[in-house]
């Protein structure tokens, strides 16, 4: 059957470490999971016990843009978060932070125009423009910036510019006057601003800042995925400007009808304070994770780290091991059962020479996981 040129993207190379794990596991192998970044925790009890008492309602459709209570719960969110008062009819809820980014895609770039990622990133990003003609433009991020862009990195000629704090892979990320240098970069260009605050809520430190505490010209991107420990209810959603809601609620209606009932019922359990508590509580383990690799990881030979300020993720330069990432990952996989990721997912270039880890996973399989890499090492 005839295909087409832009649905040829590059496979998402975590899914393959996946599987690769998968086919291991069902010829009896234990592996140690440190490739994906899906929280080892549940939804939030009271999340899942509000959605069983719901199950007898018929749960059809929603209007487009979502249930109006949980976009209002989502303005309290960002009350007690940021200090930011925000219009619910701002709040656009989503199939996911993946359903966010083809809506935001879409109402924003036309076929051709250049959107600028920072490399490292998530890899999706790429993908997703590339699918819908656009054309993803890199911004080679450095060490010593700790894998953040600065605004001398976006070009001038480009439509976009994505940003993303905490960052994946590094768990790294952008403080108040970062934010804005980088906001007033792209309004200097034109440029569409769209900042993905995925890992918002996981941090070790300063608490995450959102880029509307910087600007309202600009889309805001978020999910349950993370801190809510809600990955496979796929339930994101957007915060835009308000001249851009009328055409998010006709391309949301046209491209997905409504986001999942089911996973909105959920969500809106999960904002509650016994819900947010909960999810809260799940970041004790994240920080003890955290603690045990960057204790571990530099005497194991894993040592040029930028230390993640959030998320759940540590990207280490194997460049002294390695000038192929995507074999060494195949390797530790192979020889010390666990799971990793190779870098060249989030960058194409130099990415042949990073492995990202997550500690996304229980404490002692992350423990496990680690003495299992120094066995290795010591006998490679």
Sequence with gaps: MRQSRRGQVDPFIVMDVMEAARRAEAAGRRIVHMEVGQPATPAPAVARRTLAAALDQPLGYTVALGLPALREAIAGLYRRWYGVELDPGRVVITAGSSGAFLLAFAALFE???????????????????????????????????????????????V???????????????????????????????????????????????????????????????????????????????????????RT??????????????????????????????????????????????????????????????????????????????????????EHAGVAVTPGIDFDPVRGRQTLRFSYAGATDEIALGLERLAEWMAAR
């Design 111 to 157: 076929a051709g125009d250049r959107v600028a990622v920072g490399e490292p990133g998530y890899p999706s990003y790429r993908q997703i423009l590339r699918a819908m003609s656009v054309e993803p433009v890199g911004m080679p991020t450095r060490f010593e910036n700790r894998y953040q862009p600065l605004p001398a990195d976006i070009p001038g000629d």
């Design 248 to 333: 998010m609620d006709r391309l949301a209606a046209n491209m997905f009808i409504c986001p999942p009932h089911v996973s909105q019922v959920a969500a809106l359990a999960a904002l509650s304070p016994e819900g947010e508590a909960e999810a809260q509580a799940n970041l004790a383990v994240y920080a003890e994770n955290r603690r045990l690799l960057l204790d571990r990881l530099p005497a194991i030979g894993f040592d040029r780290i930028a230390p993640p300020d959030g998320a759940f993720y540590l990207y280490a330069d194997v460049s002294a091991l390695t000038d192929d990432s995507a074999a060494l990952a195949a390797e530790i996989l």
């Design 159 to 245: 439509q976009g510019v994505m940003l993303a704090s905490p960052g994946n892979p590094s768990g790294t990320m952008l403080d108040h006057a970062a934010l804005a240098a980088l906001a007033a970069r792209a309004a200097e260009i034109g440029a569409a601003l769209i900042s993905d605050e995925i890992y918002h809520g996981l941090s070790y430190g300063a608490r995450c800042v959102s880029a509307l505490e910087v600007t309202d010209d600009m889309v805001v991107i978020n999910s349950f995925s993370k801190f809510f420990s809600m990955t496979g209810w796929r339930i994101g959603w957007m915060v835009v400007p308000p001249d851009l809601v």
